[in-house]
C-alpha cells in the first residue's frame, strides 16, 4: 500500500509542482489573461508618474512631440504633413515616422479633439499640458497596447507552442510574462508617450503568422509594422532570407516569390497612397526617415559608434556622407551571414535565431541607431 501510494504521488518534474506549468495546464487563455491583468496594472502604475519634458520649454519632451504631430495632421492636409511650410516647422517635432504612425496621429487627434479641442488646435496648442490632455494621450497609448500588442502575443505563443509537446508547454506563461512585462518598452511607451507597441505588435503578430505557416498574411503584418515605424527594417533580412529561402524549395519558386512580392508591394502602395501623385512628395516623406543631419547616432544611442566615439572621434574626423557608407558596409556584413543562412536553411527556429541577429547588426552599425 505505501508502495502504492508513493506512485500516484505527483513528482517534482510533474506539471502540479510547478506554478508556471499549472496556470499552463488551465489553459493558453487564462494564462494570458492572468498575466495580462498583471501586466496592465504595471502599465497604469508606470502612467501616473511624471515624464521628462514636462513644463519645459521650448519643446516639452516626448509628450510634445506626440501630441503636436496629431495637431499637425488633425489639421493640415494630408499632402503637407512632412511637408516644411509656414504652418508646419519641422524643425519643431516634424513628423519623422512612415505614414502608418501618421495616420494612427490623426486618429488619437480625432478622439482629443472630440473631448478637448483645446490640445489639437493649430499653434496654439503648442506647450499645451492640460490634465486631460494628459490623460487623453496616456489612454491613447494604452488603448494601442491592448488592441495590437497584447493580441500580438497572445497569437505568437498560441502559434509557436501550437506542435510543442505538453512538457514543454510550461514555459509558456513565462514567455508571455517576459514580454508583457519588458521594463523598457512599458517605460517608454507608457512613460514617454510612445507607441512602439504598435510596430512591435505588428512584427510579433508577422512572426506567429508565419510561424502558422500563413507567409501572405505575415508579410502583410510586417510591411504595416515597416510603414509605422522604421525601427522594424531591423528584422527586414532575417524575414526576407527566410521566406525566399521557403519559397525557393516549393515546385514553382518564381510564382512563390511573385506572390509575396506582390503582397508587399500591394500593402506599401495602399499606405503610401497619399504620397505617390509625385516623386518629390515621396522623396519629402523618405528624407524624414532617414535624418542624416543630426549625424551618426545621437548622444544618448549607446552603439558602436557612440562607444567608440572614446577613442575616435567619428563626426569630427569623417565627412557624413563617408560615415554613411562605412556604417551601411558593417551593417550589411554583420547581418549578411544570417541572411544567407536562412535562405539555405529556412526553419522556424533558425528564423527567430537570425531576427536577433540581424537586429544586433543594425542596433550597433546602422546610420542613426535609434
Known sequence: MEKKRKLNQPTKSEPESDIWAFLTCRGTKSTFVCISLFALVVRLAVAIHPYSGAATPPKFGDYEAQRHWMEITINLPVKEWYRNSSTNDLSYWGLDYPPLTAYQS?????????????????????????????????????SSDLL?????????????????????????????AMVLLNPCLILIDHGHFQYNCISLGLTIAAVAAIFSDRDLVGSVFFSLALNHKQMSAYYAPAFFGYLLGKC?????????????GLVVLGTFAIVWLP????????????????????????????????????????????????????????????????????????????????????????????????
Open 275 to 370: 504620397y505617390l501623385y509625385s516623386a518629390d512628395a515621396s522623396l519629402e516623406v523618405l528624407s524624414r526617415l532617414a535624418p542624416f543631419e543630426r549625424g551618426i547616432y545621437e548622444d544618448y544611442v549607446a552603439n558602436f559608434w557612440c562607444t567608440t566615439s572614446i577613442l575616435v572621434k567619428w563626426k569630427r574626423l569623417f565627412a557624413t556622407q563617408l560615415l554613411k557608407l562605412l556604417s551601411l558596409a558593417a551593417t550589411i556584413s554583420t547581418f549578411l551571414p544570417s541572411m544567407i543562412q536562412l535562405i539555405l536553411l529556412p526553419t522556424k527556429q533558425s528564423f527567430l535565431y537570425g531576427m536577433l541577429n540581424c537586429s544586433f547588426s543594425f542596433y550597433l552599425f546602422s546610420f542613426q541607431g535609434t
Open 148 to 176: 495590437i500588442f497584447f493580441p500580438a502575443v497572445l497569437y505568437f505563443v498560441t502559434a509557436y507552442y501550437s506542435k510543442k509537446p505538453i512538457g514543454e508547454k510550461s514555459s509558456m506563461a513565462w514567455h508571455i
Open 248 to 260: 525557393l524549395r516549393r515546385r514553382n519558386p518564381a510564382f512563390e516569390i511573385s506572390k509575396l
Open 106 to 142: 490623426y486618429l488619437h487627434g480625432l478622439l482629443l479633439k472630440f473631448f478637448d479641442p483645446s490640445s489639437v488646435s493649430l499653434f496654439t496648442s503648442r506647450g499645451y499640458e492640460s490634465y486631460i490632455g494628459k490623460l487623453l494621450m496616456r489612454w491613447t497609448v494604452l
